[in-house]
């Protein structure tokens, strides 16, 4: 396995495994205080990284921290919790970041995101009734419905229809193919791009190449129906590997009607070492998806029915065809990335039209569809470098993007409520984008200090030319809109000691207007003519560390400016929403996280672990600027609490209990009373556990049981509301399958 030290320190403790190392990384809560031993103030140096001949010198001040670059499925080293200084082009030193890895839980089913996120305080899920989109949020900064402000990414690669014109996320990996999450939240858009709510990027399993032929099936049942399955085949030499993912899954969800799901993909990656110091890589991927929209529930309807559904038809479908290449040369001191993609993908929605908030009138269906062509292209490189006594690091890079995006709208006959296709065509669209971004960072250590200054220059484009709009068909658009922005920030750490340090950041980013907010579709949603693209100012200060083998902690104060947000306001006189610039709003507040192993602290290190896990956000948010000042922004709940605790026997069993509490808090930024989403606490219990192990065919096997309870207390709530009203959440729910593998 290719580990990667994130400080000459972690060469000092050969003597301890990568799992008592990984295996608790938290503190107590607040409160508890015999995790934080006393801060070393005596001045050290910071030696260059020594070469795998030199001898480690005694000194150490950074973090000591292991980060597994390459982790197969069978692997089960649990990295993080923080990213280490730096990762292949990467600078992560002086940011907010978060290593979400999956083998520290068992396995989680159905892309649960609110079990994903349940270490990580600030992001928010807003669950649907399907797994139709990702809807995520983080600190309040805008609508999470689709995800919209926040960049996502797998293995680096954006995977947002349009990170600018149409930032939406209708596909994500299944997490049986992830081994972890990385986020990264102040000084994210300096290294990825724009969007003000930080960076998601999916780091998935490579092939283990240990053997030729290797393959594993996982099957599970639930509740509504529910049948997932992922299965792999993979193998490898020194010089090559494959990856082969098959996923599918389907149900009918928790909803009375039109709540069914079925999706389908396929991922082939190839790896290829010409040599030690250059890598090819490549991947072709295949996703189909069918989901029912069954709309939302009034005030009055969800109290007496909250599982009835209000859409019969409406449908949203997507079709996704992605390849990507890679190349990769260097060492680990001098090293360039470049990664090449493109892709297709058609977004195709059927919906009826009339809808109001939990109400519908019309008898007709507007049929939408979206394609996106896209070919991208980003390069990397990173230099380390002696200054002084110290060793410093430089990454520059470009990222290029160019996508066509085609749009049509139809509108069926009159009581047709079931084709595919309109009957009348309502609007159509070209649609272009064209973005390019360049960065540099340089990582600077002075002793015990580290300082990161950042830059990044955007040019996004963004053109629309109709060809038809029964709304205005004397009044055809065709317009051009482009600007250029720069991008700045500094990031800062200081060791204290015992394997803790004091990190800063301040950091801008933005968030430029959509191609929807030009061209509105809803049939209730009206947009701003003079939208102006909003600004972001990020500043947090934190400690964080792992001063013990049984425990790490991360508690931080952070400021946001946000002017020029984006958010709805209700006409009171019309009911429609119009989608503007909102004014001005500051979000502030403390972000804490724990862990500690008690089995570890009492026992000293084994093969059980007994680790009760916090994570925490005091959240203070409020307009101070434009028609809502004084209002809460949307999705910005006071207090947002994530405990439990895993019990684990390494490579046998593992169980959790898992709680999540969210305050009260609003949908709308005009914090409508209909709009207001009540507090919840939600509690899920889940397990996996190795029944066998032995000889199949010739072949070691293992076979594991998988099971879990979502929502054990059976709580009745929701976390969305939409303009066509309130999207209840699940309630109690099963699962239980088996995994193989040969």
């Known amino acids: 396995m290719n580990l990667i030290n994130n400080t000459a320190a972690m060469n000092q403790r050969n003597n301890i495994s990568v799992r008592k190392i990984s295996l608790l990384r938290t503190a107590l809560i607040a409160g508890i205080t015999p995790c934080f031993p006393a801060i070393s103030w005596g001045q050290t140096n910071n030696p260059p990284i020594p070469s795998a001949s030199q001898a480690v010198p005694e000194q150490a001040a950074n973090l000591a921290e292991v980060v597994v670059t390459a982790e197969t499925m069978s692997d089960s080293v649990i990295q993080g919790p923080f990213l280490p200084d730096v990762v292949g082009t990467s600078i992560f030193?002086?940011?907010?970041?978060?290593?979400?890895?999956?083998?520290?839980?068992?396995?989680?089913?159905?892309?649960?995101?609110?079990?994903?996120?349940?270490?990580?305080?600030?992001?928010?899920?807003?669950?649907?009734?399907?797994?139709?989109?990702?809807?995520?949020?983080?600190?309040?900064?805008?609508?999470?419905?689709?995800?919209?402000?926040?960049?996502?990414?797998?293995?680096?690669?954006?995977?947002?229809?349009?990170?600018?014109?149409?930032?939406?996320?209708?596909?994500?990996?299944?997490?049986?193919s992830v081994d972890r999450l990385e986020f990264v939240s102040g000084g994210a858009a300096l290294l990825y791009g724009s969007q003000p709510s930080g960076a998601l990027n999916y780091i998935t399993h490579v092939p283990d190449r240990s053997t030729p032929f290797k393959a594993t099936t996982q099957?599970?049942?639930?509740?509504?129906?529910?049948?997932?399955?992922?299965?792999?085949?993979?193998?490898?030499?020194?010089?090559?590997g494959y990856l082969l993912n098959l996923d599918h899954r389907s149900g009918d969800s928790f909803r009375r009607r039109n709540s069914d799901f079925e999706l389908y993909g396929a991922e082939l990656s190839l790896f290829y070492d010409i040599n030690d110091r250059q890598k090819l890589t490549a991947s072709f991927e295949r996703y189909d998806s069918d989901h029912g929209e069954p709309g939302g529930r009034s005030e009055a309807t969800y109290a007496s029915d909250p599982n009835g559904n209000l859409l019969n038809h409406d449908r949203v479908r997507l079709d996704r065809l992605f390849g990507s290449i890679g190349y990769e040369v260097g060492d680990d001191h001098a090293k360039w990335i470049t990664k090449a993609w493109a892709s297709d993908v058609v977004r195709y929605s059927k919906r009826q039209t009339g809808q109001g908030f939990g109400t519908v009138t019309g008898n007709q269906l507007d049929i939408n569809q979206h394609t996106y062509y896209?070919?991208?292209?980003?390069?990397?490189?990173?230099?380390?470098?002696?200054?002084?006594?110290?060793?410093?690091?430089?990454?520059?890079?470009?990222?290029?993007?160019?996508?066509?995006?085609?749009?049509?709208?139809?509108?069926?006959?009159?009581?047709?409520?079931?084709?595919?296709?309109?009957?009348?065509?309502?609007?159509?669209?070209?649609?272009?984008?064209?973005?390019?971004?360049?960065?540099?960072?340089?990582?600077?250590?002075?002793?015990?200090?580290?300082?990161?200054?950042?830059?990044?220059?955007?040019?996004?484009?963004?053109?629309?030319?109709?060809?038809?709009?029964?709304?205005?068909?004397?009044?055809?658009?065709?317009?051009?809109?482009?600007?250029?922005?720069?991008?700045?920030?500094?990031?800062?750490?200081?060791?204290?000691?015992?394997?803790?340090?004091?990190?800063?950041?301040?950091?801008?980013?933005?968030?430029?207007?959509?191609?929807?907010?030009?061209?509105?579709?809803?049939?209730?949603?009206?947009?701003?003519?003079?939208?102006?693209?909003?600004?972001?100012?990020?500043?947090?200060?934190?400690?964080?560390?792992?001063?013990?083998?049984?425990?790490?902690?991360?508690?931080?104060?952070?400021?946001?400016?946000?002017?020029?947000?984006?958010?709805?306001?209700?006409?009171?006189?019309?009911?429609?929403?119009?989608?503007?610039?909102?004014?001005?709003?500051?979000?502030?507040?403390?972000?804490?996280?724990s862990e500690i192993d008690f089995y570890d602290y009492f026992r000293g290190e084994s093969e059980l672990s007994i680790i009760w896990y916090s994570a925490y956000q005091y959240l203070d948010a409020e307009f101070t600027e434009g028609p809502v000042k004084g209002n809460t922004?949307?999705?910005?709940?006071?207090?947002?609490?994530?405990?439990?605790?895993?019990?684990?026997?390494?490579?046998?069993?593992?169980?959790?209990?898992?709680?999540?509490?969210?305050?009260?808090?609003?949908?709308?930024?005009?914090?409508?009373?209909?709009?207001?989403?009540?507090?919840?606490?939600?509690?899920?219990?889940?397990?996996?556990?190795?029944?066998?192990?032995?000889?199949?065919?010739?072949?070691?096997?293992?076979?594991?049981?998988?099971?879990?309870?979502?929502?054990?207390?059976?709580?009745?709530?929701?976390?969305?509301?939409?303009?066509?009203?309130?999207?209840?959440?699940?309630?109690?729910?099963?699962?239980?399958?088996?995994?193989?593998?040969?």
């Open 633 to 742: 922004p949307q999705y910005a709940p006071e207090h947002m609490l994530r405990t439990g605790l895993i019990v684990q026997r390494d490579g046998k069993w593992k169980v959790a209990g898992m709680f999540t509490h969210l305050s009260d808090h609003s949908a709308i930024d005009t914090n409508n009373a209909n709009w207001a989403i009540p507090s919840y606490t939600v509690l899920d219990i889940t397990a996996e556990a190795q029944i066998w192990s032995g000889q199949f065919a010739g072949v070691n096997s293992t076979l594991w049981a998988l099971c879990g309870i979502n929502n054990a207390l059976d709580e009745e709530y929701f976390s969305r509301v939409r303009a066509n009203g309130i999207d209840p959440a699940n309630d109690r729910n099963y699962y239980i399958g088996m995994r193989a593998e040969f």
């Open 374 to 593: 896209t070919l991208g292209l980003d390069s990397r490189a990173r230099i380390d470098y002696q200054l002084g006594e110290n060793e410093s690091t430089f990454t520059a890079g470009v990222t290029a993007m160019n996508i066509n995006a085609p749009i049509f709208l139809e509108r069926t006959a009159a009581n047709d409520l079931t084709s595919d296709r309109g009957d009348t065509l309502r609007n159509k669209s070209e649609r272009d984008s064209v973005y390019a971004a360049f960065f540099a960072e340089n990582l600077f250590r002075l002793g015990r200090f580290t300082f990161t200054p950042s830059v990044r220059l955007e040019y996004n484009e963004q053109s629309i030319d109709e060809q038809v709009n029964v709304n205005r068909p004397l009044d055809l658009l065709d317009q051009v809109r482009n600007e250029v922005v720069p991008l700045g920030g500094i990031g800062a750490t200081f060791d204290t000691g015992k394997d803790t340090e004091i990190y800063a950041n301040v950091s801008s980013s933005y968030k430029p207007p959509t191609y929807a907010d030009a061209f509105p579709l809803g049939g209730n949603e009206t947009f701003s003519e003079n939208l102006e693209a909003g600004h972001l100012v990020n500043s947090e200060i934190g400690y964080r560390g792992r001063p013990t083998s049984w425990s790490m902690f991360d508690a931080s104060l952070f400021h946001i400016n946000y002017k020029n947000r984006f958010g709805r306001v209700q006409d009171t006189t019309t009911g429609n929403f119009n989608f503007q610039n909102v004014g001005e709003s500051v979000n502030q507040g403390f972000s804490f996280t």
């Open 93 to 176: 030193k002086g940011k907010k970041t978060s290593v979400i890895d999956f083998d520290a839980m068992p396995q989680i089913q159905n892309d649960n995101y609110r079990q994903a996120f349940s270490k990580t305080p600030g992001l928010l899920t807003s669950e649907l009734s399907n797994s139709s989109l990702l809807s995520l949020s983080y600190r309040g900064i805008g609508d999470p419905h689709e995800s919209q402000n926040m960049m996502v990414l797998k293995n680096g690669i954006p995977f947002v229809l349009d990170p600018l014109g149409y930032s939406t996320v209708y596909f994500a990996p299944p997490f049986e």
């Open 219 to 240: 099957h599970i049942v639930g509740s509504e129906n529910l049948y997932s399955t992922f299965s792999t085949l993979e193998g490898g030499n020194d010089k090559f």
